[in-house]
């Protein structure tokens, strides 16, 4: 075995695990020090689309690296000007839309609370002060930095770095709730998730969103989406808000569009896109010309196979495979971001045993199991994940019936 605990002991900044030292991949698999295969259905958290070494990333950020691989926020290049056009063609922005490209979800969602803050000094002379309100939802995950943990309701997360950003307001799950929130006025936006990945996939109630829009462009506020996990066609339209029939003001996108290269971005509708000014926002990375190059590559090669058809079709197969597994409950979720939800509070003991058996999968609830698998999986990935993950469950199950009948 590799030893290498004790150099990430030593060396790392203590975060919490790294369950294994990973060295190659290819496709849906990965491998550790020691050569052992691991099928990957967690894809980096929702970030490789494409799988690992997909030939047609490898050859953009190859190529690019070989052309021109950074200039800075005082240059534009040609990669950026085809994903900003690309990007606004995918949203369906128009004309109006403009694109920010930043380096993570956290960066694009820094950039969404500017935009409130803009948004709201609008309202200094009519309403004697400007608007400084965000309203978030319960559950919400937004990021690390000071900005978005702010906006990140988890106390586990925030609570060690309080006082936070002021006038951050978590709103219930409920339509009441939003209401509420809405009626008590003053709100200079709302950041939500279509889908809350962190919380355990958690699905917003019915009518939520289009309920929010209607508040929001009722109340003069700015609906904003963070679609970091959800967005760049993880669930199966090219962003979760299309399955909605809504329109918002501005959405992030990060994980999966670079399909692994570090990008993020906020994209604006209409008015929204006029708010930043010279001076008031940018990034010595932002818009880079590799991350350029990887998206484009990466959102090009999805649009060209038509691998959303792919992503709603085997997302379907693999819900419909693992009904009925032991301890399983349900599942929730769109395309390939999936969470399946266990009777007992056991995830961890369940990705803890598929860990073993070859399989990345993640817990991010005790009760709730996520996946998030590459957008190229075919029927024998399906199929070996349904082996795997159906062993881990028997073993976990059946741990749990010998310590109940003691013999
Ligand atoms: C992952 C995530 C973030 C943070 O993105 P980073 O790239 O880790 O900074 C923000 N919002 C959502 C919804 C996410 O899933």
């Keep these: 075995m590799t030893?290498?605990?004790?150099d990430a002991a030593r060396d790392l900044m203590s975060l919490g695990g790294r369950l294994a030292l990973l060295t190659h991949g290819e496709g849906s698999w990965v491998w550790d020090a020691d050569e052992k295969r691991y099928l990957d259905f967690l894809g980096g958290i929702a970030v490789n689309c494409?799988?690992?070494?997909?030939?047609?990333?490898?050859?953009?950020?190859?190529?690019?690296?070989a052309t021109l691989s950074h200039v800075s926020n005082y240059f534009a290049t040609p990669g950026q000007l085809e994903l900003a056009a690309r990007l606004k063609r995918l949203a369906g922005t128009g004309e109006a839309g403009r694109v920010f490209l930043a380096n993570s979800g956290t960066e694009a969602n820094e950039m969404?609370?500017?935009?409130?803050?803009?948004?709201?000094?609008?309202?200094?002379?009519?309403?004697?002060a400007g608007r400084t309100k965000i309203l978030v939802v319960e559950g919400a995950f937004h990021g690390r930095t000071m900005g978005?943990?702010?906006?990140?309701?988890?106390?586990k997360y925030r609570d060690p770095f309080l006082p936070a950003v002021p006038d951050v307001v978590t709103v219930p799950r409920t339509l009441e709730g939003l209401e509420a929130a809405f009626a008590a006025g003053g709100v200079a936006a709302m950041i939500v998730e279509p889908i809350q990945g962190e919380a355990g996939v958690v699905e917003l109630p019915e009518r939520f969103l289009a309920r929010a829009r209607e508040l929001a462009t009722q109340h003069d506020a700015l609906l904003i989406l963070d679609e970091v996990q959800t967005g760049s066609g993880r669930t199966g339209t090219w962003f979760a808000f299309q399955r909605f029939g809504i329109t918002p003001d501005a959405v992030t996108l990060a994980k999966s569009i670079g399909a692994g290269f570090p990008l993020g971005a906020l994209v604006t509708f209409g008015a929204a896109s006029d708010l930043f000014y010279p001076g008031t926002h940018n990034s010595t990375f932002g818009g880079n010309p590799l991350a350029a190059a990887a998206a484009?590559?990466?959102l090009g090669y999805i649009e060209e196979n038509d691998l959303l058809a792919n992503v709603n079709a085997r997302?379907?197969?693999l819900r419909e495979g693992v009904e009925g597994l032991p301890l399983v409950a349900d599942t929730r979720g769109a395309g390939l971001l999936i969470g399946i939800r266990l009777s007992e509070p056991v995830a961890a003991e369940v990705r803890a045993a598929a860990h073993e058996r070859g399989l990345i999968i993640n817990a991010p609830t005790e009760d709730v199991i996520r996946i998030a698998p590459a957008y190229t999986i075919?029927?024998?990935e399906v199929a070996e994940f349904l082996t795997l993950f159906a062993a881990a469950l028997d073993a976990v199950a059946s741990a749990h019936k010998t310590l109940e009948t003691p013999a």
Excluded at 53 to 62: E, G, K, R, S, T
Excluded at 148 to 155: D, V
Aim: glycine content about 10%.
């Design 3 to 6: 030893d290498w605990n004790d």
């Design 50 to 65: 494409l799988g690992h070494a997909h030939p047609v990333f490898v050859d953009a950020v190859a190529t690019q690296a």
């Design 112 to 128: 969404a609370i500017k935009l409130a803050r803009l948004h709201g000094a609008r309202f200094t002379e009519t309403e004697g």
């Design 148 to 155: 978005t943990l702010s906006l990140t309701p988890k106390a």
């Design 296 to 298: 484009n590559a990466t």
């Design 315 to 317: 997302g379907a197969q």
């Design 378 to 380: 075919g029927d024998a």
